[in-house]
């Protein structure tokens, strides 16, 4: 694994050339490659996003003394997705590196709350849904707590009353999400808002997906389930500013109904020679770029943006859905909301498998679901420019599986 530094430098040029020539075997997402990882609507997005990163590259938002350009910005973003997930004005929350420190914050300040409020209580558990994201039992790997995954509705959804008989007195959280990853479907939050209440328990809605994306799909007129603060039982939300909120990666932002429960959230430490150290969340050090980046995308597109991006994400959708359905021998998946769709195949002739592979021979990144054994696809505005020619790929490697026979292999790292 080892190699050395170089003995004199390279001219920048060369070194960009060097970079630029690395991506040569890289799915080409400008061109709608990809089903997940990157979220693209054109190049003048980009260039804002892009730019406020670079304003703040070298800011560090460890230093909220040294740098109150990054706390007013952070406050900003965090107030705006507050309004627009219906919080109140007791609300709060922090700016976190992703979606998983989200819910490590989640869970780790809905632990530390249950220790504080109730004296006795054993090791943690928290109550999930099987669909909901693998990052809560990486949270409950690292913070010494037990995750119960309870097997899915029919229709995907989180199976409500198995979930109550799950939840003893140990329990400190359950979770919805909306929309949870490998089915695109939302779970019932209102239903789980009242098992929490009744329980007592904290009710975190994993909202990293459609967070940034379903208020704007709603005002459209879709039928988007409640979801988000506006259902009272929610204690906390995550949402993903670098995901359907266009900013650059490394933004998401951890949100709670109240915000005085943050003060379990926090870490403080003082028994070194260098004074009082406390953070909000896991990180020390942590980048400004992605929290200008998310204000800048925010102010630049205002409501009027994420509306036209989410209408192109569900024309989008609707058009792969009408294509594939037409495609004989494979199924469109129900139910599956918002950007999502998935699909298989019903003609035992035609491997889901062999699809998945030739497609990839294609160029085309295919997203598995392994339960059921399908292709999963997450649209973003980029694959509004190239639904014909995935569909006309599609249209004839479902011709050249079925004449072949061929039989693929379900490849299970999806990641
Ligand atoms: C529903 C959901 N929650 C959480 C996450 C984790 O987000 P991140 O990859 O930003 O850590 C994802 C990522 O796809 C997700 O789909």
Not at 283 to 292: D, F
Request: charged share 20%; net charge negative.
């Amino acid at each position: 694994m080892t190699t050395h530094f170089p003995k004199n430098g390279s001219t920048w040029v060369d070194l960009k050339q060097q970079l630029e020539a690395t991506k040569a075997d890289d799915y080409a997402w400008k061109r709608g490659r990809l089903p997940l990882y990157v979220y693209w609507r054109d190049e003048e997005l980009y260039q804002v996003a892009r730019d406020a990163y670079s304003l703040f590259f070298i800011e560090n938002g460890l230093g909220k003394l040294a740098f109150p350009s990054v706390q007013k910005l952070e406050r900003e973003v965090i107030g705006m997705v507050l309004h627009l997930l219906q919080a109140d004005e007791a609300a709060g929350g922090s700016f976190t590196a992703g979606g998983t420190e989200s819910i490590f914050q989640a869970v780790k300040t809905a632990r530390d709350h249950a220790r504080a409020e109730r004296p006795g209580i054993g090791r943690p558990r928290i109550v999930v849904p099987q669909s909901a994201h693998p990052a809560f039992n990486k949270a409950s790997h690292y913070l010494n707590m037990d995750v119960v995954r309870i097997p899915l509705g029919a229709d995907f959804r989180a199976d409500v009353a198995a979930m109550e008989r799950a939840v003893d007195d140990d329990t400190i959280m359950i979770v919805g999400s909306a929309p949870a990853y490998p089915h695109g479907v939302f779970d019932p939050i209102e239903d789980l808002a009242r098992l929490a209440m009744a329980k007592g328990v904290w009710l975190h809605v994993d909202a990293c997906v459609g967070g940034l994306l379903a208020p704007f799909v709603r005002r459209l007129g879709y039928d988007i389930p409640p979801f988000d603060f506006a259902v009272n039982g929610v204690t906390s939300i995550s949402a993903d500013l670098h995901k359907y909120g266009f900013a650059a990666k490394g933004a998401s932002l951890i949100l709670f109904h109240d915000a005085g429960l943050q003060k379990y959230q926090r870490f403080k430490f003082s028994d070194w020679p260098r004074g009082t150290y406390a953070t909000d969340t896991f990180l020390g050090t942590r980048p400004a770029g992605p929290v200008a980046s998310a204000w800048a995308v925010i102010n630049y597109l205002g409501e009027e943006g994420y509306l036209n991006i989410a209408r192109t994400i569900m024309a989008t959708r609707a058009k792969f859905a009408e294509g594939i359905a037409a495609i004989l021998g494979l199924e469109v998946i129900e139910p599956s909301d918002l950007s999502f769709l998935l699909y298989r195949s019903v003609d035992p002739e035609l491997d889901i498998n062999a699809i998945a592979e030739k497609m990839a021979e294609r160029g085309w990144f295919v997203g598995r679901c392994t339960e059921p054994s399908a292709i999963h696809l997450m649209f973003n505005p980029v694959h509004a420019t190239i639904v014909d020619e995935y569909l006309e790929d599609l249209a004839s490697v479902v011709s050249h599986v079925r004449r072949s026979g061929r039989v693929g292999v379900l490849d299970e790292n999806t990641y």
